[in-house]
């Protein structure tokens, strides 16, 4: 069970949004790469990187940002944001990261996802962002006519490597994971799913160390841990005698 604390860049900053909504957005430090440093010190393993602005652009925006933060960490990160073309994937693996989030890709062109994770083998993963289950693309601006368990099946024999839930109601806002919906996901779908969005307390962290909940391969959090709600190392304590 992975915990992944989360960094989100907007201009250049880490920040946490409040439900998607670029306009309710608060700076947590103006130095991404620290804070990557700082979480890796921590004991966290695996980092979770989303390039906001570029999810709404469509392209990366904030690669200055992210180069700076391979360079200052040697744990595993996954990117998300703006990442529609094959150039960019192969550009961001080729620069250190371990596994790339398609997500409106995953919406618009099932195709190129399937032949992305077919020519990079446990690299690629999907990014389902659900809001009242209906999964939401461009930056979580548009919601899609398909449902979080339709996209997550169309995926099932394709080779991606994990599929990141997060529900966007809860983003952001601390009122706890959507376990029930994240872990009906994992049993409907062979391809492992994490969960994201909402948590919020240690709480949330022992609820992943029940028995249902260990389909998931882990979970990501974020303002709770800027916030300090969240101690780094009782949350990894909790987590520690579960199977990797």
Known sequence: MILFPAIDLKDGLCVRLQQGDMNRATVFNHDP?????????????????????????????????????LESVAMPVQLGGGIRDMATIEGWLGKGVTRVILGTAAVRDPGFVREAARRFPGRVAVGLDAKDGW???????????????????????AGVAA???????????????NL????ALAEAVSIPVIASGGLASLDDVRALTEPRALRLEGAI?????????????EALSVLAGLPL
């Open 33 to 69: 790469a620290q804070q990557a440093a700082m979480f890796e010190a921590q004991g966290f393993r695996y980092l979770h990187i989303v390039d906001l602005d570029g999810a709404f652009a469509g392209k990366p925006v904030n690669a200055f940002a992210v180069d700076r933060i």
């Open 135 to 157: 999964v939401a693309v461009e930056g979580w601006a548009e919601t899609s006519e398909l449902s979080a368990l339709e996209l997550a099946r169309r995926f099932e024999d």
């Open 221 to 233: 959090t974020g303002r709770a841990l800027y916030d300090g709600r969240i101690d780094p190392r």
């Open 163 to 177: 599929i990141i839930y997060t529900d966007i109601a809860r983003d952001g806002l601390l009122k706890g994971l």
């Open 180 to 183: 029930d919906a994240t872990i």
